[in-house]
């Protein structure tokens, strides 16, 4: 009882006499600033992560900072950023998606060996890829919907259940010789000396369209009240369940235009792409200050969550390390971003 | 206050309503009746059959049989959504507001405002601007001090929460409010925020239905009180003229109330012929 009257006689002597009590009204008052100052360094914190580790490799490698460079993080990136894009939005709604990597590579098998091998117009085959990413969407969602299902099992079978049907369907074997249309986005021009790929236009138009979704419409609105609150949600009259269902289809055609996107950059239809995709696109999300626990993040924060796992890669292959290393460095990054999530929501 | 009520036509009525599940006789011909302007609290021991009850009048339950009425005119809510179309809404205990989100979009949740022109209706692009204005008006004429309307939820006490809440039900709700026990999840401050919060929604014109454990909470805002006993009303009684001992013996059945249906059991054989009665018709 005495000891603690003691530290603070001691506290006051070291602050010289009467100046003691305004520093202690300062620390009362700071408590309650914190919580926004808080929530602004984690939506910035990401940006500051994207920047250190451009400032860091500058360091290392003198190729770094070359434009040629920037060019191709960002072609290397844009597949896992689309693919993040979707995955964003089940996060959002508290599920998670393990399924996306491997309906991309089913939907860029659907659409090559269709165009190739069965000589269906190039346009409708790309068109069926998508519907064929949509409709294993519309599954997952409805087993989490109409059953209940944990979002993590239902999309652990989809997983599987993608990736076999990629290899039945495409006996193992890549389709190539592809119609010059599905390699069109795999093209570039120049911006300023620049070489940029149209595919990353694409994906970056698609970041720009869930941004104003997500933050402009009430549908984007109602993404966020479902994974905060679902019961609030159910209670003012909102559709969950159709609305849930809604976000895994839409999610789907992501994945879809993710596969036209690969099949762009890499000329082929191969059936092994895409199965660690899914660690790599729940990473860029996680990075990017998204909760796990549904309701809270940005789609900008993807974006910079993919530039992230970008930068990176590049970065380390620039300096010569090895590819496992690049992986262990993956996933300390998501157990790091994770980590601070959570520190941050407990003090908040 | 309570000889006034006698003249005036009720603004939310139900009239021998009936509810079985199985063998369960939840509801066994209750009456109710709330009248404008009014705080009607509503109590009763657990299992008493309030809160279903309140559901069929929230719209959450649709009852065997028996009317419910509002503005004299007959009602049937086949879901919460009709009930609250017709102008009824619901503030719930357990604080029934998205945490994450900002006080506007939790005062619009399910009911965005959206943008003028095709922007809002082809768009569906929602007006941040138009909503944070209204959610700011509607919290001044609750007097609820909240600066900024663009606060999330989880940063406010849990007496602004639920202040958020009725200040939500108040917004929307043309012709009453139900409140299922408000202030069960609050300390004693934030309670008496919530009871104030409460009168002043009367005072702005709408009748509220308090459902409620806490006596003291009842006998201080009420103007009258509902006494449900085994599925029934058994009393309605004015917290002025009555002493809580006398509210509990009713409530607990150690007093018996002389109201409409003196014989209690007399009633209970009768309901129960009455709600097998629709099931018969149907089997014809």
Redesign the interface.
């Known amino acids: 009882m005495t000891q603690p009257q003691t530290q603070t006689a001691a506290g006051g002597g070291t602050g010289s006499g009467g100046q003691s009590a305004p520093p202690a009204g300062e620390t009362g008052g700071g408590r309650t600033t914190p919580k926004v100052s808080g929530d602004r360094v984690a939506q910035l914190g990401p940006l500051i992560a994207l920047l250190l580790a451009c400032v860091f490799f500058t360091t290392q490698s003198e190729q770094f900072l070359e434009p040629g460079n920037f060019s191709l993080i960002i072609q290397q990136v844009m597949v896992i950023g689309t693919l993040a894009i979707g995955q964003t939005l089940i996060i959002l709604t508290a599920g998670i998606d393990l399924s996306c990597g491997t309906v991309m590579a089913l939907g860029s098998i659907v659409m090559t060996k269709l165009a190739v091998d069965s000589n269906v117009p190039p346009v409708i085959a790309i068109l069926l890829g998508i519907v064929t990413c949509a409709a294993i969407g519309f599954l997952n969602g409805g087993l989490v919907v109409g059953l209940s299902l944990p979002p993590f099992i239902v999309t652990l079978g989809t997983f599987s259940i993608a990736l076999a049907l990629t290899h039945i369907y495409s006996k193992d074997k890549t389709i190539s010789s592809l119609p010059s249309v599905m390699t069109k986005l795999g093209e570039t021009f120049k911006i300023g000396g620049t070489a940029v790929t149209y595919g990353s236009l694409v994906a970056l138009s698609l970041f720009a369209l869930t941004w104003f979704v997500l933050k402009q419409t009430t549908w984007g609105g109602r993404v966020y009240a479902l994974g905060d609150s679902p019961e609030a949600t159910r209670l003012m009259g909102i559709p969950v369940k159709r609305q849930l269902l809604m976000v895994y289809v839409v999610a789907g055609v992501i994945y879809g235009i993710a596969a036209l996107l690969l099949v762009a950059r890499t000329g082929v239809g191969d059936p092994n792409a895409g199965q660690t995709d899914n660690l790599d696109a729940i990473t860029a999300v996680v990075l990017g200050g998204t909760s796990l626990f549904g309701g809270r993040g940005t789609i900008i924060g993807t974006l910079i969550g993919a530039l992230i796992i970008g930068v990176v890669r590049n970065g380390l292959v620039l300096m010569g390390v090895a590819s496992i290393y690049q992986i262990l460095i993956t996933g300390i990054l998501v157990i790091v971003a994770v980590s601070v999530d959570q520190i941050a929501r407990k003090r908040g | 206050m309570s000889t006034t009520t006698e003249n005036r036509t009720p603004i939310l009525s139900a009239r021998g309503v009936h509810k079985r599940y199985g063998n369960v006789t939840a509801i066994d011909g209750a009456d109710f009746d709330l009248y404008p302007g009014e705080i009607l609290a509503v109590i009763g021991d657990n299992g008493a059959g309030k809160s279903s009850l309140i559901k069929v009048l929230s719209g959450a339950t649709i009852p065997d049989s028996g009317t419910v009425s509002l503005d004299g005119e007959e009602v049937r809510f086949k879901s919460?959504?009709e009930a609250?179309k017709a102008g009824i809404e619901t503030v719930?205990q357990?604080l029934?507001?998205?945490?994450?989100?900002d006080i506007a979009?939790?005062l619009f949740?399910?009911?965005?405002k959206?943008r003028a022109g095709p922007l809002g209706s082809v768009?569906?692009?929602?007006d941040h601007k138009g909503m944070k204005a209204e959610a700011d008006k509607q919290m001044k004429s609750l007097q609820i001090g909240i600066r900024s309307m663009s606060q999330a939820v989880?940063?406010l006490s849990g007496g602004q929460r639920q202040g958020v809440a009725v200040a939500r039900a108040a917004a929307w709700a043309r012709k009453l409010v139900i409140m299922d026990e408000p202030t069960a999840a609050l300390g004693v401050k934030e309670s008496a925020q919530v009871l104030e919060l409460i009168k002043r929604v009367r005072d702005n014109g709408l009748p509220v239905i308090l459902i409620s454990h806490n006596m003291p909470h009842v006998f201080e805002i009420a103007d009258r009180i509902h006494v449900h006993r085994l599925g029934k009303r058994v009393a309605v009684v004015d917290p002025k003229e009555t002493s809580m001992h006398d509210v509990v013996g009713i409530m607990t059945g150690a007093v018996v109330h002389d109201l409409e249906h003196p014989d209690e059991h007399d009633g209970a054989g009768g309901s129960r012929a009455a709600s097998a009665e629709p099931g018969a018709e149907q089997a014809e």
């Open positions: 919460p959504l609250r719930y357990d029934a507001v998205a945490p994450a989100l979009t939790n949740l399910g009911r965005e959206r768009l569906r692009m929602i989880e940063t």
